[in-house]
């Protein structure tokens, strides 16, 4: 009615992918979204995909997540049933119908409320980097890419992009993190629960370990018998570590010509610049260069701690504690998805195995 009268033609603009979309872009929004339905300047939300991350239930119905979001128990009419009413031409049985659906729509704006979808997104995108529609539907890699991008653009470094045969050739992860279950038995005395506050970016940060900072492999024998590490990464080299960082010792300012011990001076020079990791990657210390990982991951974490100490001057129920919240929230699922980020090996952009190993083998130490 509305298109006629102002004679314009909105279908077009309200319709579903067309058949020449890329098939994968369709099976990514199916699954993602739920749909691919596409209308221009519209954002469309499938609320159950988007609860369905936010509660952990049995039975996902409509009915079952009112009752344990709101704690109210709604009535499930079947479709044959309201047809059956809506044939009937009856006034009252009309009017119940409309009113049945306006509470289900009702309903659906409470739960983004509750589950503050709308504003957890918003603050996510400014944190991220990213558009509104990749916050709820890209993963944690495109948001890292999105922060990490920025830094490397300001240190004049380019992210690499790895092809599929370079993500199938290299090597696999050695170490797998430790999850030690407690003792189950019932306890007379309190127990003390301890945890480690940001484990795995507080090794990044302590050890500057990095994409920019890691140098490659030194093998147990490689100082003996010349031998050569070939991978790091998806990276293939013919160089030894060893002798290139000799090479480049000689020829830097640390190199004392007058002092005739050069290959204790070496040595005292590596062990003050150069840290050997458990699983024998060797990373330049912060005292030479300090990695983007290190510097991006020690402003998320100093920031969510002047965020959570800002949150205590707030009521819980005002608004501007809600938004501080939220944005403390992105900064924490930011910073724990770094090492994930490096160790993705099979779905990652920048996979580094051996980065990933160092982590999980300190951790371990």
Do not use: H
Not at 3 to 9: E, R
């Amino acid at each position: 009615m509305r298109q006629t009268t102002l004679n314009s033609k909105i279908q077009k603009n309200t319709n579903f992918i067309r058949d020449y979309e890329d098939p994968k872009k369709i099976n990514y929004l199916r699954n993602k979204l739920g749909n691919i339905t596409k209308i221009k300047g519209r954002i469309i939300l499938n609320i159950w995909r988007i609860i369905e991350s936010q509660l952990k239930l049995n039975d996902y119905s409509f009915e079952n997540i009112i009752f344990n979001s709101f704690d109210i128990r709604e009535p499930k009419i079947e479709y044959l049933e309201l047809k059956k009413y809506y044939k009937s031409k009856i006034r009252k049985n009309i009017i119940f119908i409309f009113s049945y659906y306006q509470q289900r729509a009702k309903y659906n704006l409470l739960l983004l409320k509750k589950y503050d979808v709308i504003n957890k997104s918003s603050q996510f995108v400014k944190i991220y980097g990213i558009d509104f529609e990749s916050s709820l539907t890209r993963g944690s890699q495109y948001r890292v890419e999105g922060v990490l991008s920025k830094l490397a653009k300001s240190k004049n470094y380019t992210l690499l992009s790895a092809s599929k045969s370079q993500l199938l050739n290299q090597s696999p992860p050695k170490f797998t993190p430790i999850v030690i279950e407690p003792p189950k038995n019932f306890f007379f005395n309190p127990v003390i629960v301890l945890d480690f506050q940001s484990l795995y970016p507080s090794i990044m940060i302590g050890y500057n370990i990095c994409f920019s900072t890691c140098l490659g492999k030194l093998l147990d024998n490689q100082i003996n018998e010349n031998n050569i590490y070939k991978k790091l990464g998806v990276f293939k080299y013919n160089n030894n570590l060893y002798e290139m960082l000799k090479k480049d010792y000689f020829k830097s300012p640390f190199y004392n010509k007058n002092n005739d011990n050069d290959n204790n001076n070496f040595f005292s020079f590596l062990q003050k610049n150069i840290f050997i990791s458990p699983n024998k990657i060797c990373y330049i210390k912060k005292n030479i260069k300090e990695g983007l990982f290190p510097i991006l991951l020690k402003e998320l974490l100093l920031t969510r701690i002047m965020i959570k100490n800002s949150m205590k001057k707030y009521d819980k129920e005002s608004q501007i504690y809600s938004f501080l919240n939220s944005r403390q929230l992105g900064i924490k699922n930011l910073a724990n998805v770094m090492y994930g980020y490096t160790s993705a090996c099979y779905s990652g952009r920048i996979p580094n195995s051996e980065i990933g190993d160092t982590i999980v083998s300190l951790e371990e130490k």
